[in-house]
């Protein structure tokens, strides 16, 4: 039953029909397959497996129903054999331009998809539509391959952010160690070493064993700035590193030529700098933090 409409003119315009690499089938208003490519039949000889309903191979094609073929497929594939039959109804009735599916199409040998497109033939009356099956294997393989490492990849992230959580965990824990050191360390000095060198200078010494314990006493005291005394009086804890901002801060340093000084980055003395203001509490972005400095002095 081959439509005299779609005899061709020559065998050029079947020759090209033939070379396309989609599988192609022309079908009428009743879903009945009129012409069908090279590749078409092809991909039925060399498949158990059809396009994309489960046809048997070998099929002589011309006159089948493809949309009852569609409609009674059973199996894996009958869900994606059913979607396409609905949607080439409608471009048949004209609810559509165009229809648009892609499609699993596994065998024994390896995972395919497939992209199928149904389409109405330009100013054919009766209505015929062209019905078109790609290979789109090697586009899924690469889209899974990407979708697999990205998922890897938010993995690693999630790794990394669950690392750096650890680290600034243990950084702070660091931190407070240290300060609380310090502050140790300084109370230590003001209550168990001052104090006796205080009753050995009033104590009957030498000349020279009084020059001595001044000198002691002068680096005990160079350890303990009048800037360190002030915060620890207050209860404020700086670590050494902040320590060491402030004091050239109080200088008049500016935040590039402080992490000249320090060998660090800009954005570790904007660091320090924000901690010493929430250390001394200043929430008045308008307070200047060299000034509270030079104020405490």
């Not at 059973?74 to 109804?89: H, L, Q, Y």
């Not at 596994?106 to 099956?133: C, E, L, N, Q």
Request: hydrophobic share 40%.
């Amino acid at each position: 039953m081959k439509d005299a409409s779609l005899t061709y003119s020559g065998t050029l315009i079947r020759s090209i029909f033939d070379s396309l690499s989609a599988h192609i089938a022309i079908v009428d208003d009743q879903g009945c397959i009129l012409e069908t490519n090279a590749a078409w039949r092809n991909f039925s000889r060399d498949n158990t497996t059809g396009v994309p309903a489960g046809i048997d191979g070998g099929i002589n094609f011309t006159g089948l129903n493809y949309l009852k073929t569609c409609d009674a497929a059973t199996g894996e594939g009958a869900r994606d054999a059913k979607n396409v039959a609905v949607g080439i109804r409608q471009v048949i009735e004209k609810e559509c331009d165009e229809f648009l599916y892609d499609y699993p199409c596994h065998s024994a040998t390896g995972k395919r998809w497939f992209y199928m497109r149904a389409i109405r033939m330009a100013d054919a009356d009766p209505v015929r539509v062209i019905v078109s099956h790609e290979d789109i294997t090697q586009l899924k393989m690469a889209q899974e391959e990407l979708k697999a490492h990205k998922t890897i990849l938010e993995e690693r992230n999630q790794s990394l952010e669950e690392v750096n959580i650890a680290l600034k965990v243990i950084i702070e824990q660091r931190e407070k160690d240290k300060a609380d050191a310090e502050k140790h360390f300084l109370a230590h000095l003001r209550t168990l070493v001052l104090p006796y060198v205080n009753k050995l200078k009033a104590g009957n010494l030498s000349q020279r064993d009084r020059t001595l314990l001044d000198l002691v006493e002068s680096r005990l005291n160079e350890a303990i700035s009048p800037m360190i005394q002030r915060f620890d009086n207050a209860g404020i804890i700086l670590t050494p590193q902040e320590m060491q901002v402030a004091d050239l801060v109080k200088s008049g340093k500016s935040t590039a030529e402080i992490a000249d000084v320090l060998f660090v980055s800009e954005a570790t003395v904007s660091f320090h700098r924000k901690n010493l203001r929430a250390k001394l509490g200043l929430k008045n972005r308008h307070t200047n933090l060299r000034s509270f400095l030079l104020s405490m002095s």
